[in-house]
């Protein structure tokens, strides 16, 4: 006598609740996958920015080179009227905010005694080096950075004699709790070669 094999009545419904899992499996793939093209294209996308109190230009930058005031401190707004540059600066301009330094300074009068690691507001002329730091989104009285995957916003207000700049309480790994007053430099630039 041939015997036939004992089929569940419930193995075509056990076959279809796999493909249905499966199904869902590869459709949040999809889903998931697509919000990351999305992400990635909207990161490529030029961004707009708006006039930044008249500092800032259509074309998402401050002009100039910026450095920091040099007798400031983390939290404390300079008291020389910034009139003294740190070695430190930035520039705001293509999209990109840049790291600048200074190259050549013998100044003697900075703070701490350190030769060299400022220079007078009022030089004539500097040679800095340039390093990109991120990419660069201006709106009014902020911006923000991207920098190693991470966004960060910056607030600032101008004075007289500087502009200061702080970050959003909600912070980066890479950024400081640290205030920022900077001013730009009327003189000549070079880049090092």
């Known amino acids: 006598m041939d015997t036939i094999p ?18 869902a499996v590869l459709a949040g793939w999809l889903v998931y996958g697509m919000l990351g093209l999305l992400a990635i294209v909207g990161a ?3 961004t707009t920015s708006v006039r930044a109190d008249g500092f800032g230009t259509p074309d998402n930058q401050w ?41 050549q300074s013998d100044e003697t009068a900075c703070r ?3 030769k060299g690691q400022c220079f007078r ?3 004539p002329e500097i040679t800095i080096t340039k390093t990109n730091r991120g990419r660069l989104t201006l709106r009014e009285n902020q911006f923000d950075v991207t920098f190693l995957g991470c966004t960060q916003t910056f607030y600032f207000a101008d004075t007289e004699h500087y502009r200061e700049m702080w970050p959003d309480d909600d912070r980066c790994f890479w950024a400081s709790k640290r205030r ?5 430099f009327d003189g000549i630039y070079s880049f090092a070669k």
Request: proline share 7%; glycine share 6%.
């Open 6 to 23: 004992y089929m569940s009545r419930n193995a075509p419904l056990s076959r279809l609740s796999h493909l249905w899992v499966g199904t």
């Open 44 to 46: 490529s996308i030029p």
């Open 63 to 103: 002009p100039g080179i910026w450095f920091i005031c040099e007798f400031a401190q983390r939290q404390r707004a300079p008291d020389d009227a910034c009139q003294m540059f740190d070695d430190e600066g930035f520039q705001l301009a293509d999209g990109q905010l840049s790291y600048l330094r200074i190259t």
């Open 112 to 114: 701490g005694d350190k």
């Open 121 to 123: 507001r009022d030089r």
């Open 180 to 184: 920022f007053y900077i001013a730009p």
